[in-house]
């Protein structure tokens, strides 16, 4: 007999103190090899000012207790490989083995970036590879691989527009960015010298086109638009939006971050973006780590290629790569050395193993995988905006909070059928959002679970509400005190 | 494709809970002519036995054969095997940003250990859970600093890693900030008479690299004094931090920041590497990026937040301390895992095994004719050595051995023309060093055989003035 | 609730004045809508404020909000007790919450705040919303 909905149930969890507090004095857990030559100390080489004693606190561990301290730690975690991780916004989709090991193997986990070009062409040619695969699948002329992250991506993105405007003799003042739109945008453009104008969004959740044209002064260089936007919508007038932008004079950034809705299906410069990012971690899964490392492309019309960060990479008529450093408009670099290569082995491996027909597979059931959510739950959570989704849906606690209980409990009910929670914090101009991303990686059999779970989560809500604020039950910690943790902040162990 | 777990029948089925009947359908908000109508011309797709093989094939085109005496902010060295075993436990590597703390209780208590470990390390107070990188590590002390201080002039070591300082000026050049350098002095330490005459009431912050980009350790006490006396910040960056196991860091900065990449992490053609940024207590609230903070739980257990939170770009928006949006956690992950399999006596002997090794290569190459050790200030694992001849030529002979023999300091300093930056970790063997030298030996004598015959002499002269 | 010695301003800070003196805090309801308050930042004494300026910031876990000045005037005094027991806006908010005090520079502008009961009015007429 099934028994539905399924909870999670606890396992093992091994309590574990700070490795510090499992330190003792004598062990360690390298052997390191005999010395080749005499050795000789630190006091007697340095002097002994400059030279340390001991690092106080530092742990004192051996091998196997390293491994069972983080090995245990993990089991407190919960990641793609346990379960659904439906995180709106956030893309947490299967992040495949073989990448793993292509990207460890010697020679392209070893080679040095100061080494001869002539002697890592190897890396050169993945790193080469990668940027004319993001222009054929962003329609783009030219990629830059250097940014870190994303938000790195965008900042590079908006100082090109002003480097660009700049040069046709006034860089301006303003960029203009949705109420929808994730936090780095206001963030990278103000670091990159701009001010914010906010821009309110539509009954349907759009960019308005009255309120742009108004907004859309002399004194903007352009606008940044995420598409689908944050509440997994479309933007019906993007090529209308975008022409009105160019028309007086500014440039479009499109934030990628949702770019997974529209590989192989549109193509950004086709409707008219001039300047946009890929989150690798999201559209190319390469692993998300826990919070990094990402990596955050940036891609760009022909109009914006001279300002691209330097070096790029290039490729001669006789086959071989190279760096080009001669790149007198560009921004300049954002990072020491080429990016985050190791991530980029990754991504070029997912896209190698997809092709172009298996990325559009993707993309086709990560929408499909939404929609089905979406409906299947819109009679018990509303549907701010009800309209068809793309990737991701937003739904939210309107109807729950009538009853005292808010998505955050709600989320963390959800651990307690074995599932991640959803965003619940994100977009802003939803109050209490219940934002949802199945992604390609579920299976409608997962998503049935899910579903379950939801519904009678809502359930319990309405019979026991208290019930429900005092999730989850199976974790290894309850519910932890932010406030006292921001009050008094404790950020490191101490003897 | 492997990767996709809906069945066909599944998707006709979702579909027909839709009222689809087509997967175009649900695409059909968007418009008809802004529609990708072809084919994506892309590799593959590739099963997972071709995937690796073209991988292999580029992996060999590598310097996977030759020893290294590449540093100048990416250090070679050994990876215990458990680094990696952890890494690629799913429930880290596969997890995201610890938002939902009673799921992310590993990465949370990780990252703490982290932050304590670096900041025992630098002797500061507090660490965030890192940044990017090495490069805007610095960059972001730059701009905590212009917080801190409402100043708005940079004072930077010409000594500091040259890509950093390119950053740097990518991030402040909108902001109308002024960098000014300050150069090295004859020892290869920091000029302090230049940088006492580059001070003034409008410097924010002077930024030191330590070891320097030459490789030399900076002494901190008189630029301390002075940088605080107009008023101003010390930032110090550190990327080689292995060499804080055994340099004291300097007490006086305010913060101390840098890169980690040497704890474990690959050097992989420059990235993804581990930013860190240590600081004081007093200053935390201004501090950019992540900071995983203790607290307990509803019934008294301890436990780990993502903390002050306010500070970051998903709340302050356009006001926050940095758009950063992610830290490094995975490659911070790995620093952790290697700095408590090294601990405090592995960590010291390396760092010992590094600086005595550096240091017989160094008085090896000295007693080459011809060649020379110009900085005499005290050193890590890194130092310069004047090329006897033309350092490029010089770099080729090695690369003959399978030795990547440094970096040509030329490409960043004029004025170092045939000088090398030369980096030794316990990844190079007395053998190779020896080898090295024989190259160096030969080299120089080739030259003087050059140099004694008659048409060669002219030459040679030439050479030295250039 | 409200006392009603005191004057609101639109943005939920309160005034009470003494002769030539403001004492200016937070409302009982900005508290409730912050949730746990963490943190404050507040002025120097001698700063200037500006009527409908911002002079502060206060935080809770996961929002941060701006405080504006009801008047225009000099720092006089800080409430330091704040630094280290935020909390204090959440338990007692209209008293030993107190944020500044301000010499006014202008004692006619209190005259353009709302009074208890049209603050009352005023945040019942938002909640309906």
């Avoid at chain 2, 993804?272 to 903070?293: H, N, S």
């Amino acid at each position: 007999m099934k028994e539905h909905p399924r909870h999670a149930r606890p396992h093992i969890t091994r309590d574990e103190n700070l490795i510090f507090e499992r330190s003792s004095p004598g062990k360690c857990g390298v052997d390191l090899p005999a010395p080749e030559v005499p050795a000789a100390s630190a006091a007697e080489l340095l002097g002994e000012d400059l030279s340390r004693q001991e690092i106080p606190g530092f742990p004192e561990v051996s091998e196997l207790e390293v491994i069972r301290h983080f090995t245990r730690l993990s089991t407190w975690n919960y990641g793609v490989d346990t379960g659904l991780y439906p995180l709106g916004s956030c893309t947490m989709k299967y992040n495949p083995r073989i990448n793993e090991v292509v990207a460890g193997l010697e020679g392209l986990a070893t080679d040095h970036p100061y080494a001869p070009a002539e002697l890592t062409q190897g890396c050169l040619k993945v790193l080469y590879d990668t940027t004319r695969c993001m222009a054929e699948i962003t329609g783009m002329d030219a990629v830059s691989l250097q940014p870190s992250a994303g938000a790195q991506g965008e900042l590079s993105g908006i100082l090109m527009i002003h480097a660009c405007m700049a040069d046709r003799g006034n860089p301006r003042k303003y960029v203009l960015i949705p109420d929808s739109a994730h936090g780095t945008n206001p963030a990278s453009v103000t670091t990159s010298g701009y001010q914010v104008k906010n821009l309110k969004s539509d009954a349907h959740g759009c960019v308005d086109l009255g309120e742009l044209e108004l907004a859309m002064t002399e004194d903007v260089a352009g606008l940044m638009l995420t598409i689908p936007n944050t509440l997994g919508i479309f933007e019906v007038h993007i090529r209308e939006i975008c022409e009105l932008v160019h028309r007086k004079g500014g440039l479009v950034y499109m934030d990628g971050a949702n770019m997974n809705a529209l590989v192989g299906v549109a193509r950004p410069a086709d409707f008219g973006a001039d300047v946009m990012h890929l989150n690798v971690h999201k559209t190319f899964s390469t692993p998300h780590g826990g919070g990094g490392p990402g990596a955050g492309p940036v891609a760009v019309r022909k109009v914006l290629e001279p300002y691209l960060p330097s070096p790029m990479v290039v490729k001669s008529p006789d086959g071989t790569y190279s760096l080009d450093y001669d790149r007198p408009k560009s921004i300049g670099r954002v990072r020491a050395f080429y990016g985050n290569f190791g991530v980029v082995v990754r991504t070029l491996a997912f896209i190698a193993a997809n092709g172009g027909e298996g990325l559009r597979q993707s993309t086709q059931d990560a929408v499909l995988n939404a929609n089905y959510v979406m409906r299947k739950l819109q009679d018990l959570y509303e549907l701010p905006y009800n309209e068809p989704c793309m990737h991701e849906c937003v739904l939210s606690d309107h109807r729950q909070a009538a009853r005292g209980v808010h998505t955050m409990d709600i989320a963390k009910r959800l651990i307690d059928y074995g599932f991640h929670p959803y965003t619940t914090a994100f977009p802003l101009i939803v109050p209490g959002a219940v934002m949802i991303e199945p992604t390609e990686s579920a299976s409608k059999e997962e998503l049935d679970e899910f579903i379950e779970a939801m519904r009678a989560v809502a359930e319990e809500v309405e019979e026991n509400p208290e019930f429900v604020l005092k999730a989850p039950y199976t974790t290894r910690v309850s519910r932890l005190d932010e406030a006292t943790a921001a009050r008094k902040p404790i950020l490191r162990w101490k003897e | 494709m492997r990767y996709l777990p809906n069945s066909p029948r599944d998707r006709e089925e979702m579909l027909r809970t839709l009222g689809h009947s087509s997967i175009e359908e649900l695409f059909a908000q968007i418009p008809e002519q802004i529609r990708f109508p072809g084919r994506l011309d892309l590799p593959g797709p590739l099963s997972e036995q071709e995937v690796l093989e073209s991988f292999k094939q580029a992996a060999g085109q590598s310097t996977r054969e030759y020893a290294s005496l590449l540093g100048a902010g990416a250090y070679l060295h050994f990876r215990p095997a458990a680094v990696d075993s952890l890494l690629s436990r799913g429930e880290f590597f596969t997890a995201y940003t610890p938002y939902q703390a009673e799921l992310a209780q590993g990465t949370l208590q990780a990252m703490f250990e982290f932050q304590t470990l670096i900041a025992q390390l630098t002797g500061m107070e507090v660490s965030n859970a890192s940044l990017y990188d090495g490069s805007t590590a610095t960059t972001e002390a730059v701009l905590m600093s212009l917080r801190l201080t409402r100043r708005n002039r940079v004072v930077v070591a010409k000594t500091l890693h040259p890509e950093y300082r390119e950053v740097m000026a990518t991030y402040l050049r909108q902001m109308g900030t002024e960098i000014a350098d300050v150069s090295y002095g004859a020892s290869g330490q920091l000029d302090i008479a230049a940088l006492e005459s580059a001070l003034s009431k409008e410097t924010a912050v002077v930024v030191v690299q330590s070891p320097n980009f030459l490789g030399t350790i900076e002494r901190f006490g008189v630029i301390a004094e002075l940088v605080h006396r107009s008023g101003a910040l010390l930032v110090v960056t550190v990327n080689e931090p292995l060499s804080l196991a055994v340099v004291n860091p300097p007490a006086d900065a305010d913060i101390i920041c840098g890169e980690a990449q040497s704890f474990g992490v690959p050097v992989a053609f420059g990235g993804p590497y581990v930013g860190f940024l240590a600081t004081r207590e007093k200053f935390v609230r201004q501090m950019p990026g992540r900071l995983v903070g203790q607290t307990v739980d509803t019934e008294g257990r301890r436990g780990f937040v993502l903390t002050l939170a306010t500070r970051e770009q998903h709340i302050r928006r356009e006001k926050a301390t940095s758009n950063i949006c992610t830290n490094q956690s995975l490659c911070a992950l790995a620093a952790t895992i290697y700095l408590c399999l090294l601990g405090k006596h592995g960590l010291k002997a390396l760092a010992e095994h590094n600086l005595t090794m550096a240091h017989y290569a160094a008085d090896q190459l000295a007693a080459v004719p011809g060649t020379s050790i110009p900085f005499a200030s005290p050193y890590f694992n890194e130092f310069v050595v004047k090329a006897p001849g033309r350092a490029d030529a010089l770099l080729s002979e090695l690369r003959q051995e399978s030795i990547l023999g440094g970096v040509n300091l030329e490409r960043f300093y004029p004025e170092l023309k045939d000088h090398l930056l030369v980096c030794v970790t316990e990844t190079v063997n007395k053998v190779t060093l020896d080898r090295m030298v024989e190259v160096y030996r030969d080299f120089s004598a080739q030259r003087q055989v050059k140099a004694a015959a008659p048409s060669g002499a002219s030459q040679a002269v030439g050479q030295e003035k250039a | 609730m409200y006392p009603e010695e005191f004057q609101y301003t639109k943005d939920h800070e309160w005034i009470r004045v003494d002769g030539e003196t403001g004492t200016i805090g937070i409302t009982d309801h900005a508290q409730k809508e912050l949730g746990d308050i963490v943190y404050v930042e507040l002025p120097k004494s001698g700063d200037a404020v500006t009527a409908a300026e911002t002079f502060g910031t206060v935080e809770s876990v996961k929002a941060v909000s701006e405080i504006y000045s009801p008047v225009t005037g000099e720092v006089t005094a800080v409430n330091g007790k704040l630094q280290d027991h935020p909390e204090l806006l959440n338990t007692d908010p209209h008293a030993a919450a107190w944020l500044i005090r301000v010499k006014l520079s202008d004692p006619g502008e209190v005259q353009k705040l709302m009074s208890a009961e049209e603050y009352e009015a005023y945040i019942q007429e938002a909640e309906s919303h």
